[in-house]
């Protein structure tokens, strides 16, 4: 009986225990939600602060500056791919989706202080006028460039179709600088900038962004390829950072079927959670032969054509771990020019993983934030048993989420000399390049570029004229990737981008692993037969 009083005993003893540590709780709780600043309070803080720095501050400040700065901050704590778009920027931003604008048609850079032609794009009327890779455009309407800034000079450059600009050109080899006098017009720039058929009737496709018209551009150049008796595909995204949407759902539409599911998104807005389908009949057979060549650098529509084409079983994806950004930005215009880029939503492929990687930095270039997942990247490729698993729609094969795209085949990166990068740094790649096409203009095809043993010993004097510093040794270890990379430059020199990537088409390993794998494929069961069979 005395046991039981002091159960019941210590059972109330427990049960007001707790009811005193949920009261307090509560009231804890309550005191720190009425201590907590609430939105209201907050801008009228941020006013006050504005206005005791335009007050007081030692120095004075715009502003409309300041408080642009406060939106970004703001801004820039969400996410890597939120953004606040100033009127530039969203002039930038416009002419990358529309690809599309008024200009000269040039690529540009800075060389040495001054502003440079990298190359002129074909057709246009930088092109017709005869502007030259290497050129220097040492004035802009009388005005000197040297010391400007690029985005300044894109946007002197760029202008209203019809309406023209003089720029002054100091051209190697010629004594006197030269005065161009041309109309812009509207320029488009190419989401693919190449395509071909290569050896055994496969047809290549280089997509290298997903612009407003980046569909339209691959039907085109797959309509081209078939009518030549292509048969087998590759579509090349290395390095494709991504782009629309609607695009990315219409390019996996060419090679999957109608109904097919291609991604699906989910978000906090009502609107939000949406999963879209192949709307219309694919523009490849089914049964031709397809692979997807992907990379670090590819990423956002990228992989939601990669990966819908692996979740289906239509494609092999081959190269290595892609970016892994798994989610949908949508623009919001703000007034006066001002836009916001906001993440609204993550993205899931057909077999429903998500291939998104958190990032750990906001507001950095898409650059550094490969450069700074490398070391995850090469992880991905060989540790996926720590990573979801999942299965492809019709052959149930294991695909991985959480953190890009895995490739069926691996073709591991093999980072280029250190000498290679030293001589980037010093524009040597380039600026030989330019000597070389000035000393033999009349070279009339790709096949007469050879980068013979005396050449190479020609670019190694130069290395050492620009003051890069090397042994004899680390030129010999580099000598197969300087040559790699001097050989596209030269071929750019005379034959623009299409120069470049036919001159790289011929040594790129990953290509070469794409085209060993539909040697023999006849159909897309062969191509997931060879992997049955364990050749990669």
């Given at each position: 009986m005395m046991r039981k009083q002091r159960a019941e005993q210590l059972s109330r003893i427990l049960f007001f225990g707790a009811l005193i540590a949920t009261v307090v709780g509560a009231t804890v709780q309550m005191r720190a939600q009425e201590d907590r600043a609430t939105k209201r309070d907050m801008l009228e803080i941020f006013t006050r602060t504005l206005i005791q720095i335009e007050r007081n501050y030692v120095e004075e400040e715009d502003p409309v500056e300041l408080i642009q700065s406060g939106i970004e901050g703001m801004v820039q704590s969400l996410d890597p791919f939120s953004d606040f778009l100033t009127p530039d920027e969203s002039e930038e931003w416009k002419v990358r989706t529309q690809g599309k604008f008024g200009g000269l048609g040039i690529q540009i850079g800075i060389r040495d202080g001054w502003l440079t032609v990298i190359a002129p794009i074909e057709g246009t009327p930088a092109y017709r006028a005869g502007l030259r890779a290497g050129d220097r455009i040492i004035k802009i309407e009388g005005k000197s460039t040297r010391g400007i800034k690029l985005q300044d000079a894109v946007k002197v450059l760029r202008g209203k179709p019809g309406t023209q600009v003089t720029i002054t050109i100091k051209r190697p080899g010629v004594e006197e600088p030269l005065d161009f006098t041309i109309t812009r017009a509207i320029i488009e720039i190419k989401s693919v900038p190449y395509y071909t058929k290569l050896d055994g009737g496969v047809g290549y496709v280089r997509l290298t962004q997903f612009s407003s018209h980046a569909s339209r551009e691959v039907k085109a150049a797959i309509d081209s390829l078939l009518a030549q008796g292509c048969n087998r595909f590759i579509l090349d995204l290395r390095s494709n950072p991504g782009?629309?949407?609607?695009?990315?759902?219409?390019?996996?539409?060419?090679?999957?079927?109608?109904?097919?599911?291609?991604?699906?998104?989910?978000?906090r807005a009502w609107n939000s959670d949406t999963v879209f389908v192949a709307p219309m009949e694919p523009e490849v057979d089914p049964e031709i032969p397809v692979v997807v060549l992907v990379d670090p650098g590819s990423a956002s529509a990228s992989e939601i054509v990669s990966g819908a084409l692996q979740d289906w079983d239509r494609a092999l994806i081959i190269g290595d771990t892609t970016f892994g950004k798994g989610s949908v930005q949508r623009i919001y215009p703000l007034g006066k020019g001002y836009q916001l880029k906001l993440t609204v939503a993550r993205y899931y492929t057909p077999s429903g993983r998500s291939i998104h990687r958190e990032r750990k930095r906001a507001k950095v270039s898409f650059q550094e934030l490969i450069e700074e997942n490398q070391d995850t990247l090469q992880a991905d490729t060989t540790e996926n048993e720590v990573r979801p698993v999942y299965y492809t729609k019709k052959l149930h094969r294991v695909v991985y989420g959480g953190g890009g795209i895995v490739p069926d085949i691996v073709v591991e990166r093999k980072p280029p000399h250190s000498l290679v990068s030293k001589a980037f740094s010093k524009s040597a790649f380039f600026d030989f390049a330019v000597q070389y096409y000035n000393e033999h203009p009349d070279i009339q095809s790709i096949d007469e570029i050879q980068i013979t043993d005396d050449l190479m010993a020609q670019f190694k004097d130069y290395l050492k004229e620009k003051g890069v510093e090397f042994t004899d040794e680390e030129?010999?270890?580099?000598?197969?990737?300087?040559?790699?990379?001097?050989?596209?430059?030269?071929?750019?020199?005379?034959?623009?981008?299409?120069g470049r990537y036919a001159m790289s088409l011929r040594t790129d390993p990953v290509v070469k692993k794409a085209l060993e794998v539909l040697e023999s494929a006849k159909s897309v069961e062969d191509l997931f037969a060879y992997m049955e069979q364990g050749k990669p």
């Amino acid at each position: 009986m005395m046991r039981k009083q002091r159960a019941e005993q210590l059972s109330r003893i427990l049960f007001f225990g707790a009811l005193i540590a949920t009261v307090v709780g509560a009231t804890v709780q309550m005191r720190a939600q009425e201590d907590r600043a609430t939105k209201r309070d907050m801008l009228e803080i941020f006013t006050r602060t504005l206005i005791q720095i335009e007050r007081n501050y030692v120095e004075e400040e715009d502003p409309v500056e300041l408080i642009q700065s406060g939106i970004e901050g703001m801004v820039q704590s969400l996410d890597p791919f939120s953004d606040f778009l100033t009127p530039d920027e969203s002039e930038e931003w416009k002419v990358r989706t529309q690809g599309k604008f008024g200009g000269l048609g040039i690529q540009i850079g800075i060389r040495d202080g001054w502003l440079t032609v990298i190359a002129p794009i074909e057709g246009t009327p930088a092109y017709r006028a005869g502007l030259r890779a290497g050129d220097r455009i040492i004035k802009i309407e009388g005005k000197s460039t040297r010391g400007i800034k690029l985005q300044d000079a894109v946007k002197v450059l760029r202008g209203k179709p019809g309406t023209q600009v003089t720029i002054t050109i100091k051209r190697p080899g010629v004594e006197e600088p030269l005065d161009f006098t041309i109309t812009r017009a509207i320029i488009e720039i190419k989401s693919v900038p190449y395509y071909t058929k290569l050896d055994g009737g496969v047809g290549y496709v280089r997509l290298t962004q997903f612009s407003s018209h980046a569909s339209r551009e691959v039907k085109a150049a797959i309509d081209s390829l078939l009518a030549q008796g292509c048969n087998r595909f590759i579509l090349d995204l290395r390095s494709n950072p991504g782009g629309l949407l609607r695009e990315a759902i219409r390019v996996s539409n060419l090679f999957l079927p109608k109904g097919k599911a291609i991604v699906f998104t989910r978000g906090r807005a009502w609107n939000s959670d949406t999963v879209f389908v192949a709307p219309m009949e694919p523009e490849v057979d089914p049964e031709i032969p397809v692979v997807v060549l992907v990379d670090p650098g590819s990423a956002s529509a990228s992989e939601i054509v990669s990966g819908a084409l692996q979740d289906w079983d239509r494609a092999l994806i081959i190269g290595d771990t892609t970016f892994g950004k798994g989610s949908v930005q949508r623009i919001y215009p703000l007034g006066k020019g001002y836009q916001l880029k906001l993440t609204v939503a993550r993205y899931y492929t057909p077999s429903g993983r998500s291939i998104h990687r958190e990032r750990k930095r906001a507001k950095v270039s898409f650059q550094e934030l490969i450069e700074e997942n490398q070391d995850t990247l090469q992880a991905d490729t060989t540790e996926n048993e720590v990573r979801p698993v999942y299965y492809t729609k019709k052959l149930h094969r294991v695909v991985y989420g959480g953190g890009g795209i895995v490739p069926d085949i691996v073709v591991e990166r093999k980072p280029p000399h250190s000498l290679v990068s030293k001589a980037f740094s010093k524009s040597a790649f380039f600026d030989f390049a330019v000597q070389y096409y000035n000393e033999h203009p009349d070279i009339q095809s790709i096949d007469e570029i050879q980068i013979t043993d005396d050449l190479m010993a020609q670019f190694k004097d130069y290395l050492k004229e620009k003051g890069v510093e090397f042994t004899d040794e680390e030129f010999q270890e580099a000598k197969d990737d300087l040559r790699y990379y001097l050989s596209m430059d030269i071929a750019e020199k005379y034959f623009g981008t299409k120069g470049r990537y036919a001159m790289s088409l011929r040594t790129d390993p990953v290509v070469k692993k794409a085209l060993e794998v539909l040697e023999s494929a006849k159909s897309v069961e062969d191509l997931f037969a060879y992997m049955e069979q364990g050749k990669p």
